[in-house]
């Protein structure tokens, strides 16, 4: 049994997205949660086209001054601890890198770019190395000489948790929503075999009307979101913020939305299968509730301090509860 705590901000969203609804009727936040992704469902961005994107600086995904999500929920990530593995999934040159480094964590990424990676360091002025990496024909290991930093030049499906071992927070921004529809299946379970328990991952997603833009970023709706990791993993949304932009305008869109999602990944027992009735379930389940009471606590308070002012809507159910 995989015990797991949810917080839902918004419980009639929770019930759409669980019952399959496929309808585009009005989101609460007065927007609509559009799940037929449609048009975007079959396409497909090659690495030759990230490549080029590169070489041509067309990088208008990169963001110079840092995610100011990241600087607002680093608490969350860390969640009180210290000397973390960070991972950034497709992390191009994201300073926020170099931030968690600063602040005294390992940081680890993977990025089909060369150029990306190369530039990251020489625009930290940081000295690296660089090496093969035995297991994956053609990748590169470019490690800062600190060693606090270490990214991986190959793709993100070359990897796994016996190449790079596990992390106890992710940082993925730019990525599952860079990633092609149809691969984010293996993405996502990929992402969770290298995850440890009570580890903290941050997602950035956003959400637009999919028709208008044909991606990357491609729209991942929250029910896909719900499908990919709701099975062992706890999501509740942070906050939803506006980052529309002139960018987006010239891509045709009326709104463009950066909501910020978390996942308590394997926040109790997941994993843990102790079968109903064993005495490993009554363990279990005392845990839970000593577990439910300290979380009511402490995300009450934190989920109450992100999300109410911007979706206005009361942030206090919480619940614990079984699933398979
Ligand atoms: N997360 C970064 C970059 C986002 S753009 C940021 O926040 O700035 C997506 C990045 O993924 C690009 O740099 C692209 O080169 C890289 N990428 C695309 N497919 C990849 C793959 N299969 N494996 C590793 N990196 C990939």
Redesign the pocket.
Known sequence: MAVSLSVYCDCHQTLRALSGDMDHSAHPSGLLEASDVGSQKERVVT?EE??E??EMGNIG???EEG?PLLQKYLDVLLNGRSGLRIF?P?????VEMKWLADMGHSVVG????EQ?VKDFFSEHSLPYCEEPVPEISGAKLFQSTSGNISLYC????DLSSSIVGKFDGVWD???LV?VNPCDRQRYASLMISLVEKNSSYLLVTVSYDPNKHKGPPFYVPESEIKSLFGNCCEIRCLEKVDGFSERHKQWGLDYFLEPLQVDAVCLAFCNSASPTGSPGSVAAAVQTLFMGHWLRTRLGREVGRCCKLVLSIPVNICQVKSCQ
């Open positions: 690495e990230w490549l994107k590169w995904f990169h963001k995610h950034f497709l992390c191009g040159k994201a993977v990025e089909i770019s990306a190959c793709s993100i499906y921004r730019g990525a860079a």
